[in-house]
């Protein structure tokens, strides 16, 4: 037996003592149970649960708010979950504030925060799904932003060598819905805080279409938007498109954009000139998930319990009492159309837990 941290005799940190229902864990809401669940408030419960699932020789899955799993399988290891959720000012300049942040606060709770103080940064990320944790996994991003442009360090325990550290965010090699914690640290090592740098006054960025639309609408002047404003447009908008957080259970976007070549993207626009289309550096062209699949008649339409959301054909939902294979399925027909339509594969951005993947 590892040594067991005497923290541990608070049972609060111990595991369940039965199977764990994850159903209301995993914002998709798919019924699906775990070995054992454990929620861990500082690094040494942490450090002993984690001796505690390799003594046992269980896997463990690390978890935030689920905002981005699709449980294809019960797990038959043990679930951790942060329940961290300082936020710390550990440091500032003329210009910015440095936040440590606790990898269980809720990540629209942070933004919320920020804004509240008179700061700003986040605000066109308002109302993602998640937490703290998990934005800095996922690279969360919306309307122009990213948690990248953020973050200035992740702090982690290292499953593998049983220590804690920092990892400055210019080793993560954050990219589009990339960071290396997804790629070749992928079960190595659970977050948690992160430190991000946010700005002490509004500073203004472009403001993405969308946003611009809105504010049209809205009938606001955008000489008098501040960060506030950003996020009340934000909500409205993605409340808009996405069934979050009253509609069907999903995982907000299912697919990512993908990325092509320029020849590629020529011959494609030989054939749909109206294809939507924004290049990238080395002769990349980013084409939108939504509108491949929307092409491929799929938005509002359903097979079985998992449907295509009518609003955002990115976004899968389940209609009720799917599991996660009906929801396999429906990606795998969407993934099939779109390959044979337009030469293009797409790539989930919810991550499989079971499955063959
Ligand atoms: N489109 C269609 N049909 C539709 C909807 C969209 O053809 O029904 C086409 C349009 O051409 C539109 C384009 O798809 O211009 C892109 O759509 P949108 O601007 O709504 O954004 P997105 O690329 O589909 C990404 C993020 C979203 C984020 C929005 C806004 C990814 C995978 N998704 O979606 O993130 O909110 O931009 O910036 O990059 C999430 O990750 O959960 C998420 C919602």
Same mark, same amino acid.
């Given at each position: 037996?590892?040594?067991?941290?005497?923290?541990?005799?608070?049972?609060? =940190?111990?595991?369940?003592?039965?199977?764990?229902?994850?159903?209301?864990?995993?914002?998709?809401?798919?019924?699906?149970? #775990?070995?054992?669940?454990?929620?861990?408030?500082?690094?040494?419960?942490?450090?002993?649960?984690?001796?505690?699932?390799?003594?046992?020789?269980?896997?463990?899955?690390?978890?935030?708010?689920?905002?981005?799993?699709?449980?294809?399988?019960?797990?038959?290891?043990?679930?951790? =979950?942060?329940?961290?959720?300082?936020?710390?000012?550990?440091?500032?300049?003329?210009? =910015?504030?440095?936040?440590?942040?606790?990898?269980?606060?809720?990540?629209?709770?942070?933004?919320?925060?920020?804004?509240?103080?008179?700061?700003?940064?986040?605000?066109?990320?308002?109302?993602?799904?998640?937490?703290?944790?998990?934005?800095?996994?996922?690279?969360? /991003?919306?309307?122009?932003?990213?948690?990248?442009?953020?973050?200035?360090?992740?702090?982690?325990?290292?499953?593998?060598?049983?220590?804690?550290?920092?990892?400055?965010?210019?080793?993560?090699?954050?990219?589009?819905?990339?960071?290396?914690?997804?790629?070749?640290?992928?079960?190595?090592?659970?977050?948690?805080?992160?430190?991000?740098?946010?700005?002490?006054?509004?500073?203004?960025?472009?403001?993405?279409?969308?946003?611009?639309?809105?504010?049209?609408?809205?009938?606001?002047?955008?000489?008098?938007?501040?960060?506030?404003?950003?996020?009340?447009?934000? #909500?409205?908008?993605?409340?808009?498109?996405?069934?979050?957080?009253?509609?069907?259970?999903?995982?907000?976007?299912?697919?990512?954009?993908?990325?092509?070549?320029?020849?590629?993207?020529?011959? &494609?626009?030989?054939?749909?000139?109206?294809?939507?289309?924004?290049?990238?550096?080395?002769?990349?062209?980013?084409?939108?998930?939504?509108?491949?699949?929307?092409? #491929?008649?799929?938005? /509002?339409?359903?097979? /079985?319990?998992?449907?295509?959301?009518?609003?955002?054909? &990115?976004?899968?939902?389940?209609?009720?009492?799917?599991?996660?294979?009906?929801? #396999?399925?429906?990606?795998?027909?969407?993934?099939?159309?779109?390959?044979?339509?337009? /030469?293009?594969?797409?790539?989930?951005?919810?991550?499989?837990?079971?499955?063959?993947?």
């Amino acid at each position: 037996m590892p040594h067991l941290s005497p923290i541990l005799t608070d049972t609060r =940190h111990l595991y369940f003592p039965v199977m764990f229902s994850l159903k209301d864990r995993n914002t998709f809401r798919i019924p699906c149970f #775990c070995r054992r669940f454990a929620e861990f408030s500082d690094a040494a419960t942490l450090a002993a649960l984690v001796a505690q699932a390799h003594a046992e020789h269980l896997p463990i899955l690390p978890i935030g708010g689920g905002s981005n799993l699709l449980f294809v399988d019960d797990y038959p290891g043990i679930v951790l =979950h942060s329940a961290i959720t300082a936020i710390e000012c550990v440091g500032e300049d003329a210009e =910015h504030v440095l936040l440590r942040v606790g990898s269980g606060k809720v990540w629209d709770e942070f933004v919320a925060y920020v804004l509240a103080q008179g700061w700003s940064g986040p605000e066109s990320l308002s109302d993602i799904p998640g937490e703290v944790g998990a934005s800095a996994v996922q690279n969360i /991003g919306a309307y122009g932003a990213e948690a990248a442009q953020f973050i200035v360090s992740v702090e982690v325990y290292d499953m593998q060598c049983g220590e804690s550290r920092t990892i400055p965010a210019a080793d993560i090699h954050y990219g589009y819905r990339y960071s290396h914690f997804k790629g070749p640290w992928a079960g190595q090592f659970i977050i948690t805080h992160v430190t991000y740098r946010v700005n002490k006054r509004y500073v203004p960025r472009p403001l993405h279409g969308a946003l611009v639309a809105e504010m049209a609408r809205q009938g606001i002047d955008p000489a008098t938007a501040d960060a506030a404003t950003v996020r009340r447009l934000t #909500c409205a908008v993605r409340r808009s498109k996405l069934p979050w957080p009253e509609g069907p259970g999903s995982a907000g976007s299912f697919f990512m954009n993908p990325t092509i070549s320029a020849r590629q993207a020529q011959t &494609l626009l030989a054939q749909y000139p109206d294809m939507p289309h924004y290049a990238l550096p080395n002769d990349m062209v980013k084409v939108p998930a939504a509108w491949l699949i929307d092409q #491929c008649g799929w938005k /509002g339409r359903s097979m /079985g319990p998992a449907g295509v959301w009518h609003k955002q054909p &990115l976004v899968l939902v389940n209609n009720g009492g799917a599991t996660g294979r009906d929801i #396999c399925r429906l990606a795998d027909a969407i993934v099939a159309d779109v390959r044979q339509r337009f /030469g293009i594969t797409l790539h989930p951005e919810a991550i499989y837990i079971g499955g063959e993947q």
